[in-house]
């Protein structure tokens, strides 16, 4: 096969053509670099290093594994001991860590090649990947529009086709948000799940790594290889993850919650006309629909900026240019190689947030602000316990509007912090959400709702996801067939 | 006005355990620089903490043994400071909800202990060690060694309890004996593994409030506690009656140069912005752990003291002197199972400790070449009066170099024990033959003579006899004399 078919294939067709000796691990990870994918790349940016030595490397140590051969495209913010990962801040450019983040480890073990790193915004602080020091990512759909953030790259990687599956985080939908920008599936499984050992971290109580797959099969695929209990995560969950093997079970009869309240204002009239599509095949598909009214605390996205920034100013404590990454040479005493390395490598949206996370935790504050939050957060997760109560996933928005256009919101955080007003809460609960495509926006743009489970619900997110992927009726006709993914026309 | 002082400890204890707190490096002094060391305790992007079950344990059996109340669930939390030796910029440390509260510390002679109450007791991480090497012509550089980032601490913070700094001497020297006694940690404050830090405030004598307290920082030897808390008081005392006042402040001390010097002042004092440690659960201690660390506990040196002191008959101080170390009361008690206890104390207390202090050894090192049981069968001979002292301490000697028992000893040595009557009367006779002018003064009266008598004997004897049996056979001798019986013909050399 050439790379002309290879870069098209699911990643479960790649890895059973690379153990079938139809292909090698070489072509199958070369395939999106050479082939018709590649010519997105220079326009699209969604990859911040590449390196086709690493990659062969890669490629002739991958084991026969369920991923025998597959190309993964991995988020800047996880260690991968053969590329650079640089957090895509000036404060890391250049660094390359001595071990492999633990999802890595198993990606490799099972058979996936880092296919490239993908770009993103500053430390995971952003929701359009403009925040990148290496420029922004584009939205393969339409160039002058974002594709989401923080993990842009990997979406918009996965959605023009350079690999079949990509790893993000999310700490507030920066896996959902751009998964719904691009037109990909992406999930954000239940909190310590995925491991976090090797994810740089952001907000450590909120971020979780997450996956992209062009379809709900890849992700199902790879999650079930990558969940799992992990020693050097003390935070990873100590059972076994829950199974996803049945993620093509159907929805009969599943209950998803409608809460109609969330968007009846401040919403965009194509992301609604989405939600009604989506609910309309779950139901042709033999779910159910439960109407309710559902308010995730009122102060969600407060909640989530207090908790997020104090602990993203603590996080971000040891870049301090003493024993890696930027060090300022005019730094001539400790207090000016702390301040002038600090300020030189981090990006204005990364000393805001450490700024007000360092506020949120200072003596006089900590209580009113912090200790607040917290009790806020305990009662957002009390609010979607009991939502699925009455309910086995809810059905939402991934983002309030479409993709909007490079520079719309950078001038204006609060605008681009609502942005991430549907996903947060997950994060918040340590819940799992996904978000999946349906059909595009008039104008061509992805369109994606946001499905949200309890605690170890992602094989029902999984289940709901490829429901919405063979698109209703056919969902009931053809189960096993396997759906071509509507792939960006470049324009 | 008279001012007396109030001072309050914070030590730090670096646990003995193999591994880090966080990570499993090696915990071990003394390796090259940066050879023990990983992502977690390098503090790099990414890397992520895991509480070490030993050092948790550890800090069980310290909490336990001073009486602590364990909380079930304690609480990580993050204190944030910004130097080169913290690769995180913040420390993992609890705050809160520390693993121990309360609790105190007994110190001084079985019987006789005053205990020292605490206020809390919790697990940390150590920091590197910086250092600031300084090259004439070169720019000013400093080193920072990682071996030492991560190591697990114990931070102990006793009540504001002390008024003099012998008293915080006598608490430290008693604290350095149990975290040893317990195992939990070597207590070398020359090695750092065992710190201290003061708070010191003076107040007029008899009132109630408390002062205003300045922190003395690196006071790291026993003598350096209590010299640096006398020079701080001496400081704070001269302030407040020359009409001054104290400044809040945190000071060091250079116990070489007898110094203090100011480290930073009130306006500079940190912000610690301590929060919850999100990268580790909460830490729960069930009911099983609990219990078994309490299983594992030692009898504790302060009960053992006691019991030395009821079940041997042994004084308090001789009681506190063998329970100064574990190895040394069991090396003790070993020996008096064999042999006579107050008389094994003598021993154990006298030659050991001596040997032990000469030879620089440790207790273990000497038991392994004088078994306990082979030092009993020696003292228990003495006791037995079959050795005089004199030639025991001799045997002693050999038994520190070579094998065999006390016989064994002897014959290799050409040496026969004159401990029984029978060998000495033939000695006695011999000498009140050879000393008759010195026998008329006993005769007549002079004690003095007879003590030279008794050492005539000895000579002859080479050491061998034991005094007090040649004194009563001086004295039986003389009484019948004086009982006008003549006199057993003294018997001639050889045959
Ligand atoms: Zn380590």
Redo the contacts with the bound molecule.
Sequence with gaps: MSARELWRLPARALATAVRAGECTALEAVSAGWDGPAALWERDVHAIAHSDPGARAAGAGAAPSGPLAGVPVVVKDNLCTHDHPTTCCSRMLDGYQPPYDATVVQRLREAGGVVSGKGNMDEFAMGSSTEFSCYGPTRNPYDLARVPGGSSGGPAAAVAYGLAPLALGSDTGGSVRQPAAFCGVVGLKPTYGRLSRYGLVAFASSLDQVGIFGRHAGDVALLYALLAGPDPLDATSRASLPPDVSGWDGGVEGLRFGWPANLWREGVEAEVVAGLEEAAAWLERAGARRVPFDFLPGEYAVATYYLVATAEASSNLARFDGVRYGHRDPAGHDLHALYTRSRSAGFGAEVQRRILLGTYALSAGYYEEVYLTAQRARARIRREYEAAFSRCDLLLMPAAPTLPFRLGEKLDDPLAMYLSDIFTLGANLAGIPGLSAPVTPAAGGLPRAVQLLGPDDGEALLLRAARALEVRGERARLDRSHEVEFAWPTKR | MAHEAVIGLECHIQLRTRG?MF???PAEFGAPPDT???P???GLPGALPRANRAAVEAALRLGLALGCAIREESVFARKHYFYPDSPKNYQITQYDRPLCAGGSLPVGEAGGERRYDLERLHLEEDTGKSSHPVRAGDRAFSLVDFNRA?VPLLELVTQPVFREPAECAAFLAALRRLVRWLGVSDGDMEKGQLRCDANVSLRPAGAAALGVKTELKNLNSIRGVERGLAAEIARQRLLLEGGGVVGQATLSYDVEHDRLAVMRSKEDAHDYRYFPEPDLPVLRVVGAVLEAARAGLPELPWTRAARLVGRYGLSAHDASVLCEQRELADYYEACAAVADERLAANWVMTEVLRVLHERAGSIGEFAARVPAVRLGGLVARVAAKEIPGPLAKQVFGWMLDEEGGVDELLARHGVRAMGAATDLRPLVLEVLGEHAAAVAQVLAGSSRTLDFLVGQVMKKSRGQAAPQVVRELLETEFARRAAGESPPRAPRGGP
Excluded: P
Aim: with cysteine; glycine share 18%.
């Design positions: 880090k990570c499993g490096c023990n060391v990983c977690v305790c390098l991560g």
